[in-house]
């Protein structure tokens, strides 16, 4: 094997994205990384202990990645409170689809157990942002007289559902040919404002001239 001279941990790093994204997490672990990167087996301890230290990582990273995703979506949506929340739940869903890796990592339940300081700021962040975009949501007329957390909470279940089913190979193939990008809209819209179908139009128009 030969030294490492370069960014090790960040090469530790994108490469178990990678193996995630195709292999998924179970079929992760410090010696194959060690042998697709051409190091010892015992490089990649300098930087991870172990499976588990890794993977905290990489969810640290994609909550960040994925608070800086949905809100740069948010503030392309413009001022409107309504669209800027839907905007937040259409990105969630298509970061889950783009960033595999990053996003299963943040979902992990032993990653999630074991989370440390760096961990849990970095979700923490994330989830201040969303429920300040949800109050000034429900300022704006959406749940009105349901509290906060409820609201964010609702919407949250809706958009990881449609996430889970969307990276579903079983229901893909049950559902044919599938638009993603509009059921993504229409189960967003769906959460925002099911009364109202003209939202939905006219976030359509907006999404194909983007």
């Known amino acids: 094997m030969n030294y490492h001279h370069g960014n090790l941990r960040r090469e530790l790093l994108d490469r178990a994205a990678q193996i995630i994204a195709k292999q998924g997490i179970e079929n992760l672990s410090l010696r194959g990384l060690a042998q697709d990167l051409g190091v010892s087996h015992g490089a990649p301890a300098r930087h991870f202990k172990d499976k588990l230290d890794l993977l905290r990582a990489l969810a640290t990273e994609g909550h960040n990645k994925l608070a800086d995703y949905v809100f740069a979506a948010a503030e392309a949506a413009g001022p409107d409170p309504l669209e800027r929340y839907a905007a937040l739940g259409r ?32 979700s923490r962040r994330r989830m201040e942002m969303t429920v300040e975009a949800a109050r000034e949501a429900q300022a704006a007329g959406w749940l009105k007289g349901e509290s906060v957390e409820d609201a964010v909470t609702f919407s949250l279940a809706a958009v990881r559902g449609v996430a889970a089913l969307l990276s579903d190979p079983l229901y893909l193939k049950s559902m044919g040919s599938l638009d993603r990008e ?29």
């Open 91 to 122: 990105a969630f869903v298509r970061f889950s689809l783009e960033y595999p890796a990053y996003y299963q990592a943040t979902r992990h339940p032993e990653v999630a157990a074991h989370a440390d300081q760096e961990l849990r700021a970095a």
């Open 182 to 210: 509009a059921l993504i809209d229409r189960m967003v819209r769906l959460i925002i404002d099911p009364a109202n179908p003209q939202t939905a139009r006219n976030t359509r128009k907006r999404n194909r001239r983007t």
